[in-house]
């Protein structure tokens, strides 16, 4: 099993930066990807970036290009989303999930992750 858990959020002003943290613990190397989703009050959950276990091959969802970049330690077994410009619609309960086995799971659709971290609170303020 694998185990995750997040750290880093808190609240920032627009324009601001804030680095978020995925620590994995358990059977790692089973992991295909973590990836990170966002869920903000009255709306759906949305991919925000992700990156391949093995490969390091990053995704990111439109609203993060050229703000976020993810990245991952496979020694430390940690994945980290670095956010910049951070603006009020970023403003959400941030989760790490990973999706195991060998075979390519496509990277932003949420239901094919079955590990979730309990999720950390980043809030943007005007």
């Known amino acids: 099993q694998v185990q995750l858990v997040e750290s880093g959020g808190g609240q920032v002003q627009a324009g601001g930066s804030l680095r978020l943290s995925c620590a994995a613990s358990g059977r790692t190397s089973s992991v295909y990807a973590i990836t990170w989703f966002r869920q903000a009050p009255g709306k759906e959950r949305e991919f925000v970036a992700g990156?391949?276990?093995?490969?390091?091959?990053?995704y990111y969802a439109d609203s993060a290009k050229g703000r976020f970049t993810v990245s991952r330690d496979i020694v430390k077994n940690t994945e980290t989303l670095q956010m910049r410009s951070l603006n009020p619609d970023d403003t959400a309960l941030y989760y790490c999930a990973a999706v195991r086995g060998d075979s390519y799971h496509p990277i932003s659709v949420a239901d094919e992750y079955d590990i979730w971290g309990q999720g950390t609170q980043v809030t943007v303020s005007s």
């Open positions: 990156i391949t276990w093995r490969d390091g091959l990053a």
